[in-house]
């Protein structure tokens, strides 16, 4: 069965930055594209950007370029994001969530973690 | 950026009942690509409709999407005690991928 599972919580102060892993399992790793979708607290969901494991290729909401980038380690199984110049408004929950075959489209999220907070404050 | 307003903000009803959600988009989806979310406390959300009106895997025929171009609902038939919970639209015709901000159905 399909699982991604996330790393744990974390606590960074403004101006650090932040790596949180996803572990994937039970599926073609790089058959599917990654994506990783954010909620502060209270608050809707908000797409951070994507990733295709085959490639390596990713795509950013532009709210986040030049802060964000994703990786992936296709010997582990694992993808990473990295989110730089922390704020306090960073302060989110973050999920890894499945998209569709790399082939087809970005597509919508029928697999996610099980979230990893990330809480910024001095 | 294709902005989705999900209405109403809350809904309120009983077990039983019949719920119906709307998301408008600011543009019309391509190829109606849109998919629908359930996100209770404390949970990741989980995939219910894709496609406009597609069900994902092992969700109950009580769950139903419909609309075209800018209009999309999403219906439950009839609510069931675990139904209470947040829905999210999300469109995914365009980059960036973009949600609504959700409607919250509770229990009257």
């Known amino acids: 069965q399909v699982q991604l599972v996330q790393s744990g919580a974390e606590v960074k102060k403004p101006g650090a930055s932040v790596t949180v892993s996803c572990k994937a399992s039970g599926y073609t790793f790089t058959n599917y594209y990654m994506h990783w979708v954010r909620q502060a607290p209270g608050q809707g969901l908000e797409w951070v950007g994507v990733?295709?494991?085959?490639?390596?290729?990713?795509s950013y909401a532009q709210k986040f370029q030049g802060r964000v980038t994703m990786t992936r380690d296709t010997s582990t199984t694992t993808f990473y994001m990295e989110l730089s110049s922390l704020r306090s408004d960073d302060t989110a929950v973050y999920y890894c969530?499945?998209?569709?075959?790399?082939?087809?489209?970005?597509?919508?999220?029928?697999?996610w973690g099980q979230g990893t907070l990330v809480t910024v404050s001095s | 950026e294709i902005v989705l307003t999900q209405s109403p903000g809350t809904l309120s009803l009983s077990p039983g009942e019949r719920a119906t959600l709307s998301c408008r988009a600011s543009?019309?989806?391509?190829?109606?690509?849109l998919a629908w979310y359930q996100q209770k406390p404390g949970q990741a959300p989980r995939l219910l409709i894709y496609?406009?009106?597609s069900r994902a895997t092992g969700i109950p025929d009580r769950f139903s999407g419909s609309g075209s171009g800018t209009d999309f609902a999403f219906t439950i038939s009839r609510l069931e005690p675990e139904d209470f919970a947040v829905y999210y639209c999300q469109q995914y015709g365009s980059s960036p991928l973009t949600f609504g901000g959700g409607t919250k159905v509770e229990s009257k």
């Open positions: 496609g406009t009106s």
């Open positions: 990733i295709n494991p085959s490639s390596g290729a990713t």
């Open positions: 969530a499945r998209g569709l075959r790399v082939a087809v489209e970005w597509g919508y999220f029928d697999y």
């Open positions: 543009q019309s989806v391509r190829s109606n690509y």
